[in-house]
């Protein structure tokens, strides 16, 4: 390992302008258990991350002739590594519900079926959602009734509706705005997913102070609260990406208020789905045509 990583610095330096490989620099790699890096070290000796106990041998075949249960299938469940698995995310973003939010008896059920489905083992993702990570197959079908009936089941998965939003002023004594009861409007405006899954992959975040908990400057759409002379008021920004494409949104203009800002984002998305070419996402089309066609429906 260490070998490895020497020859790869020695390359990287071999590959660099002359200017650069002539400054010297230092650089340090903890290789000892200490501090905060210690936990890590107790876990891998403790074997918390190897593989669970796979079974081997397992179908792959799903039976889709439930054509919810079929929609929730390709937007929230992803492809395993491990023929017979799959990948399971529930989306904690109901329409008009607060992101990311769950009841006492809907958290006990999650770990119930993590328990029961997934090797005991759930993951919180920075998107506000649960990720159950292994999945049989052949249970995905009773898994998601289960979910269904608990109001677990919206297949919304990286589309409009599924917001990241800080608590913002209705819990945080740091926010400028409140952002739960925007994100709830977006969510009801567009509450119709047919309109979500035509619109197509596209990351609305919102942040109710410059502390970004909410990663506004990171989504496709974002939305950054502000105090303006003592009035909540709205930044709408475009072009931000997390992925491995990253950047970082610009804001379009003059802020809104709360009503203004969920108009503002329908009318961005109206200029998407009137410019884009076939197969490009929210943020493709953006990055394609610029800014001007956005402002020009939003403030026109």
């Not at 197509?200 to 970004?212: F, H, M, Q, T, V």
């Not at 494409?245 to 208020?257: A, M, Q, R, V, Y």
């Amino acid at each position: 390992m260490l070998k490895r990583l020497v020859a790869t610095v020695a390359l990287a330096g071999l590959m660099a302008s002359p200017a650069l490989a002539q400054e010297k620099f230092k650089f340090a790699l903890n290789w000892f258990p200490v501090g905060d890096h210690a936990a890590y070290w107790v876990a891998l000796d403790k074997g918390y991350f190897a593989d669970p106990g796979f079974e081997t041998g397992l179908s792959g075949d799903i039976d889709r002739s439930d054509p919810d249960f079929a929609l929730w299938l390709d937007q929230n469940v992803h492809a395993h590594k491990q023929p017979g698995y799959a990948i399971v995310t529930i989306s904690l973003k109901p329409t008009g519900g607060i992101p990311g939010d769950a009841s006492a008896d809907q958290i006990r059920l999650m770990a119930d079926l993590a328990k029961a489905h997934s090797f005991d083992e759930l993951r919180v993702t920075h998107a506000q959602n649960i990720v159950l990570p292994h999945v049989k197959k052949a249970d995905l079908y009773a898994l998601w009734q289960k979910l269904d009936a608990a109001g677990l089941a919206s297949a919304n998965l990286d589309l409009i509706s599924d917001i990241i939003a800080c608590p913002g002023l209705d819990y945080c004594s740091l926010a400028n705005a409140r952002s739960i009861p925007v994100a709830q409007k977006i969510s009801e405006r567009f509450a119709d997913l047919g309109r979500q899954r035509e619109l197509g992959e596209l990351k609305l975040k919102i942040s109710g102070c410059i502390n970004a908990c909410g990663h506004h400057h990171a989504g496709h759409i974002g939305i950054l609260g502000v105090d303006r002379k003592g009035v909540e008021n709205y930044q709408l920004l475009l072009g931000g990406s997390e992925g491995a494409d990253t950047s970082l949104g610009t804001i379009t203009g003059p802020g809104f208020n709360e009503d203004g800002i969920v108009d503002a984002v329908e009318k961005a998305t109206d200029v998407y789905l009137a410019q884009r070419t076939d197969g490009e996402r929210f943020l493709d089309t953006y990055r394609r045509i610029g800014m001007a066609p956005f402002k020009e429906a939003i403030y026109g």
